[in-house]
């Protein structure tokens, strides 16, 4: 199977109102691409989870200026005044989780578990509306997986079938997602034949990429 395609094509597979994972780190490793595809057709109504929202003119970023995004689950928003903005405005839902347990949580839903408990947020405006669980005397978060319909993730390096290797600090978000949506798409700044990448060196087995974009030169 032929797992490369274009960016028209990798578009026509996102519906408004869909969940979509987006990797990246402020702006790195970020599938820019994809993203530029999705701004151009004004594909909206969309629930993002995501590390941060970037900048107002980098990455997701340019989502939520273009007022595409319904609700963002993100750890970090103070890079992008936009999504501030829209929060306090009522235009968009925000709901901040500390960077670990979201992490934590996109592992999970990967993984396939129920949940996993965390003393992060304990006595903050993180525990409310939480179950909480006492172990040993100790105050636990139960918190709840994360999944979405749609991982798009920005990979250095991918082969023909899939695998992909992340050059230093692009790797961030972008593996646990890759494992934590029903379909994901991978731009790609390089591909090569299979069998080229250093099986030592793959990041994210092929066996759960669906679709590859090759990036912009």
């Known amino acids: 199977m032929n797992k490369i395609i274009s960016y028209e094509k990798s578009v026509e597979k996102i519906k408004d109102g869909m969940t979509i994972m987006i990797g990246g780190f402020l702006g790195v490793g970020n599938p820019h691409g994809i993203i530029d595809a999705i701004v151009k057709k004004g594909i909206k109504d969309l629930t993002i989870i995501a590390n941060d929202t970037a900048f107002p003119e980098i990455g997701i970023g340019k989502l939520i200026v273009n007022k595409q995004v319904k609700k963002v689950i993100t750890s970090h928003i103070g890079t992008n005044k936009e999504t501030g903005r829209q929060m306090s405005g009522g235009e968009l839902e925000v709901v901040l989780v500390p960077q670990g347990t979201l992490a934590e949580q996109i592992r999970a839903g990967g993984s396939g578990l129920g949940g996993f408990l965390t003393p992060t947020g304990i006595g903050t405006v993180v525990e409310e509306g939480?179950?909480?669980?006492?172990?040993?005397?100790?105050?636990?978060?139960?918190?709840?997986?994360?999944?979405?319909?749609?991982?798009?993730?920005?990979?250095?390096?991918?082969?023909?079938?899939?695998?992909?290797?992340?050059?230093?600090?692009?790797?961030?978000?972008?593996?646990?997602?890759?494992?934590?949506?029903?379909?994901?798409?991978?731009?790609?700044?390089?591909?090569?034949?299979?069998?080229?990448?250093?099986?030592?060196?793959?990041?994210?087995?092929?066996?759960?990429?669906?679709?590859?974009v090759e990036g912009v030169k």
């Open 130 to 212: 939480k179950e909480k669980i006492t172990i040993d005397g100790k105050d636990y978060l139960l918190e709840l997986p994360l999944k979405a319909d749609m991982a798009l993730i920005g990979g250095s390096i991918v082969d023909k079938k899939g695998n992909i290797f992340y050059n230093k600090t692009t790797r961030n978000f972008n593996p646990l997602m890759a494992m934590s949506a029903d379909t994901v798409i991978v731009e790609a700044e390089k591909i090569v034949e299979i069998g080229e990448i250093d099986p030592h060196l793959v990041m994210t087995p092929g066996e759960v990429v669906d679709y590859i």
